[in-house]
């Protein structure tokens, strides 16, 4: 999948200058766009990106890394579960997690995209799974886990490449 820039991108790549290491939902609201329309204007080598429609086959592949931190993003709220992903089900349109501490339901068909970025967050160095609905807004984000001294997990960090590098493969001929 590829991302298309927005009408908006001379303001939100001044945005991203400026402030490299800001929240997207920060730099959407600053710059009139959308946290899609910032996370299309990341530099390639931060983004790997594919459809939506691969939404369950990811969430799966979540489940197996450990104990990672989900974030929600409302721009007033930022609320975050620590824990493992528990292995979801489709049902009655959601993908329903039931699972403690993380659990829910999912509107997996709201996924136009999902990405794996790789970029520094307020100057620390993060890696993340984030779900984009079709309005543009950022559904949820899947960090990974962090040791005791703030450092991701390498056995995480080794999963969420490969599955970047499978996932977001073009597809064959």
Known sequence: MVLTRPDT???????????????????AAETGATPLGVLACLPEAEVRALPGTRFV????????????????NTGDVVLEARGPLPHGKMGQGY????????GGHLR????????????????TP?????FYSKSGA?????????DANRQMLPDQVAAF????????APAAA
Not at 57 to 72: F, K, Q, R
Not at 139 to 145: C, D, E, R, S, T
Not at 161 to 168: C, D, K, L, M
């Open 57 to 72: 086959e990811v969430m799966e592949e979540i489940t197996g890394w450990g104990p990672i931190t989900l974030v929600v």
């Open 126 to 130: 993060s890696r993340s799974v984030q």
């Open 161 to 168: 490449e490969r599955a970047a590098e499978i996932f977001a």
């Open 138 to 146: 950022c559904m949820f984000k899947i960090y990974l886990g962090r």
């Open 95 to 102: 993908y329903n997690l039931h699972g403690t501490p993380i």
């Open 108 to 123: 997996a068909e709201a996924c136009e995209a999902i990405a794996f970025v790789t970029r520094a967050l307020f100057g």
């Open 9 to 27: 991108a001379d303001r939100i790549l001044a945005a991203l200058a400026a402030r490299p290491g800001a929240a997207l939902e920060d730099l």
